[in-house]
């Protein structure tokens, strides 16, 4: 049901988007979400955009992943950036 | 720029790191279920299974919509169908799951107009083009999806369309958690919370739940890195016995979720309990149309007589869906039940866990290894 890779918002008419999906080509309703603009990412849900991905967060993410990777013992223990 | 890096959390260089992360990491048994029917495939997809040690066993939860939705609810999706000048409108896995005595496969087969959509908004599109006729949009999933159909509503109400109306088979997660924990076999050490009911819901929705259980649980996106690191993470907290509520997947999902998707599916929807397959009754746990919305909700327009609902016999989805079982262990399994001749909806769904141990055979893995 859920389609995980962020796409791109090519062009915005009327509360729907364009949205591109590695090359292709679709349609998403922006009624569930705030401020999207032409060339944000967004992930898409049964043809609805659900959430922009954050570039930061993306990021973080990624920095965490490596940290993980890397770090096998030194880890901080404060669970990362994003530990609540 | 790639997409947002999406390569990068696919790196094969990077999931080998963390798997290695995780063996170092993990001592003790410990049983992690992965809630979302979304996380289960790209588990099995990835291969990520062959990638944990011995000490780590993944169960599959009850985050597979169509194989959560209860029988007497598939009943009544059938019975809609039958219904003079109704288009019924779902996506694609519903239709062939049996129900009592029939699928929507079968119905479409003999004359019924059940047409599969893309969006909910394809189904205002259709009753929009089909003024003669009533539009009916078979709505199951999480909180990911409601708010989608949520939006549909509105759309119809602000068109002032009389021929649109929804089914609510809508169910809620957090719930299904607090049901689990009381689960005898269920023996779960964590969960793999999931990535886009919670970029909808936030991390806080499960804060209750967590506090009132101290269980781990890590939100996690989907791809193998995103889901290997939930894994690294889940383990540290249960080895170094400090549970947490942790975020795996910050790029999508924040603490306080999504508000307009919440704002928009508190308008049109309220709590109400839920039939769950294979769990039962859960207080609280589904949603229901507004009585201000009553005339889009295909629950009090049509009014269904059914008979009592046969659930399959020997149909072990139920065990499966609350991790006291894995397929293998269902006596139909391969034998009587396949992805051609289904006999329940966790082998029809491509997100239940029967079709994904068919598919990827991996029962016949697990008994090389
Ligand atoms: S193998 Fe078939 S019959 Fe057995 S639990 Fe899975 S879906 Fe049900």
Aim: glycine residues 8%; neutral net charge.
């Amino acid at each position: 049901m859920c389609l995980a890779i962020p796409s791109k918002i090519t062009k915005i008419e009327n509360n729907m988007a364009v949205i591109d999906v590695d090359g292709v080509k679709r349609e998403a309703s922006l009624l569930l979400i705030e401020d999207a603009q032409v060339g944000d990412y967004v992930i898409v849900h049964a043809g609805f955009a659900i959430s922009k991905i954050d570039e930061q967060g993306a990021l973080e993410t990624l920095a965490l992943l490596r940290e993980a990777a890397a770090l096998m013992d030194g880890r901080e223990g404060d669970g990362g950036p994003s530990g609540v | 720029m790639s997409i947002k890096h999406i390569e990068e959390y696919r790196d094969s260089t990077l999931a080998r790191q963390l798997s290695e992360k995780i063996r170092r990491l993990s001592r003790r048994k410990i049983r992690l279920m992965e809630v979302c029917g979304t996380h289960t495939v790209s588990i099995f997809r990835s291969g990520i299974r062959s990638l944990l040690p011995e000490t780590i066993s993944l169960l599959s939860g009850p985050g597979c919509p169509v194989c959560v939705t209860d029988q007497a609810e598939i009943d009544a999706f059938i019975e809609l169908a039958r219904q003079k000048d109704v288009i019924v409108t779902t996506f694609g896995d519903l239709m062939r799951v049996p129900g009592s005595a029939s699928s929507l496969q079968r119905e479409r087969a003999e004359g019924r107009d059940i047409r599969m959509v893309y969006s909910t908004m394809d189904a205002v599109g259709l009753a929009q083009q089909n003024p003669g006729r009533h539009v009916v949009f078979l709505g199951v999933g999480f909180e990911t999806t409601a708010p989608t159909i949520a939006a549909a509503i509105l759309t119809a109400a602000g068109l002032k369309l009389e021929n649109f109306s929804v089914i609510s088979a809508h169910k809620v997660v957090p719930p299904a958690l607090e049901a689990l924990m009381t689960v005898d076999g269920a023996r779960i050490d964590g969960f793999i919370l999931p990535g886009h009911v919670s970029v909808i819901i936030g991390l806080k929705a499960y804060r209750p739940f967590f506090e009132r259980h101290r269980m781990p649980c890590v939100v996690a996106g989907f791809e193998p890195g995103d889901i290997l690191q939930a894994v690294a993470m889940l383990v540290e907290q249960f080895e170094t016995g400090r549970p947490r509520l942790e975020n795996a997947y910050p790029r999508a999902v924040a603490q306080e979720g999504n508000l307009k998707a919440q704002q928009v599916l508190t308008q049109v929807f309220q709590i109400g309990d839920a039939c769950w397959r294979g769990i039962g009754r859960i207080p609280d746990s589904g949603l229901q149309i507004r009585a201000s919305y009553a005339a889009y909700d295909a629950g009090r327009r049509f009014a269904l007589h059914l008979p009592e609902p046969k659930t399959p016999r020997g149909c072990a989805c139920g065990e499966i869906l609350t991790g006291q079982k894995t397929p293998p262990e269902c006596a139909l399994y391969k034998k009587v039940c396949t992805p051609i001749d289904p006999v329940g909806p966790c082998m029809v769904s491509s997100e239940g866990t029967c079709a994904a141990y068919y598919r990827y055979h991996y029962d016949e893995l697990e008994a090389q290894s």
